[in-house]
């Protein structure tokens, strides 16, 4: 069992928060959005309530194990500061005897947030001994970095081997909202699988086969399953290889009497351009065009299918939803699933920029913040920064 918050006492204790501070940045090192910064308030002020002292880890952009200037952390313990209302104190390194010191002179109330800790490249390679200078900054370790959670990173998977952890509230949320769908959904469950590869979700699509009534496939995945059925693809993406995966699937789904949805119609361009003359074109596609996105008659299907579910798990668009000419289908299923009412779970990056550009974000039980580690949650896998948790 993973331990929550409240499974551990923090008075007087200095806690180690692994958070993700990850923000966007422009060239003059301001910060464009610090979401990632206020979703992490409520940890660290329960932390702050309970009597404990945060020391804030987290990572920067990608300085590859040195030293990037631009990619200092000072400009998020200001902002940090500034909504908190009240100190976070600031070191230019994450290990280290000043690091230590600081940690040390923490007073009651204050944070303190370490340096950047992708500028030692021992944190990406797991290093046990720089698991260890970390942890030499606390006596208690929370993560709450989701979207870093299937990394096994030392500021994520060696921290919690060392001290006693629980899980933050974000990445609390994050696990009870895929606990519930792939542990205990409420019936109809539909899952929807769209995006560019299947071999990407096909680790996805097998461990959720026997738990789905309905599985709804979009995106550039399908047409190697239409292949595989003897359709006509024209020029659209297949994965060749994966034909005989994509036939096992298909012969899963029906011998265990679930429902798999293909596309029986598409949106197809000659060339992968936004500026491509569109047409819809039948299930099988004339030789010099490309499917980019599902056709009308495949949308009223798939629209038709999530009615009356109660679980829907989405991961990806249904073409390529960037464009204007192709976005359609993907903006109908996100009506569709917002429509539902069920339970609903967007994850990946790409479906979570789908949902924000339809405008039906609010209407969604749980948006997942971690594209990679979502999808890990969808194989079954337990995540190496969870796993420590216990
Ligand atoms: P993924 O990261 O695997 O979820 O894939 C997302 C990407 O798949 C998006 O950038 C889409 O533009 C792309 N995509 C979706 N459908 C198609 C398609 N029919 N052909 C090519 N690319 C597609």
């Known amino acids: 069992m993973v331990k929550k918050l409240s499974d551990l006492s923090f008075a007087g204790k200095r806690v180690l928060v692994r958070v993700d501070f990850n923000v966007p940045l422009d060239a003059s090192g301001r910060i464009l959005s610090d979401a990632r910064i206020r979703e992490s308030l ?11 002292k945060p020391v804030l880890l987290s990572h920067l952009g990608r300085p590859k194990g040195k030293v990037v200037e631009s990619l200092r952390l000072l400009p998020v313990a200001k902002r940090l500061s500034e909504l908190l209302g009240s100190p976070v104190l600031y070191v230019k390194d994450c290990i280290g005897p000043e690091a230590e010191a600081a940690s040390q002179a923490l007073t009651k109330g204050q944070c303190l947030l370490l340096e950047n800790l992708r500028f030692h490249d021992a944190e990406e390679a797991g290093d046990a001994e720089f698991a260890k200078a970390l942890a030499k900054n606390g006596e208690i370790f929370v993560n709450d970095a989701f979207g870093a959670a299937h990394r096994a990173h ?3 998977s060696g921290i919690g081997r060392l001290v006693p952890s629980a899980a933050g509230f974000l990445l609390q949320k994050e696990l009870d909202a ?7 959904p409420a019936r109809p469950f539909v899952a929807i699988l769209g995006g560019a590869k299947v071999s990407d979700k096909l680790p996805v699509i097998q461990n959720l086969l026997p738990k789905i009534d309905t599985l709804i496939i979009g995106g550039a995945m399908a ?7 003897g359709h006509k693809v024209g ?14 699937v298909i012969l899963q789904a029906k011998n265990s009497g679930k429902r798999l949805l293909l596309p029986v119609d598409h949106i197809c361009a000659a060339a992968f351009k936004a500026d491509s003359p569109a047409s819809v074109q039948p299930i099988d596609i004339p030789g010099s065009l490309m499917g980019l996105d599902i056709g009308p008659k495949t949308i009223a299907i798939y629209c038709d299918a999530l009615k009356g579910s109660k679980t829907v798990i989405w991961n990806g668009p249904m073409g390529v939803f960037e464009m ?3 976005c359609k289908g993907t903006e109908a299923v996100a009506h569709a699933v917002a429509a539902t009412g069920a339970f609903t779970v967007v994850g990946g990056g790409d479906s979570v920029a789908a949902a924000e550009k339809t405008g039906i974000v609010a209407k969604l039980s749980h948006v997942s913040t971690g594209g990679g580690a979502s999808l890990e949650l969808l194989e079954g896998k337990v995540l190496p920064g969870v796993a420590v948790l216990g």
Do not use: H
């Open 42 to 52: 409520p940890t660290i002020q329960a932390i702050l309530k309970g009597g404990g």
């Open 154 to 156: 030392a500021s994520i």
């Open 178 to 184: 895929f606990a519930r769908v792939l542990n205990e």
């Open 223 to 229: 047409y190697t399953f239409l292949l595989q059925m």
């Open 235 to 248: 020029t659209s993406l297949v994965e060749k290889d994966l034909l005989p995966e994509a036939g096992r």
């Open 324 to 326: 204007d000419a192709f």
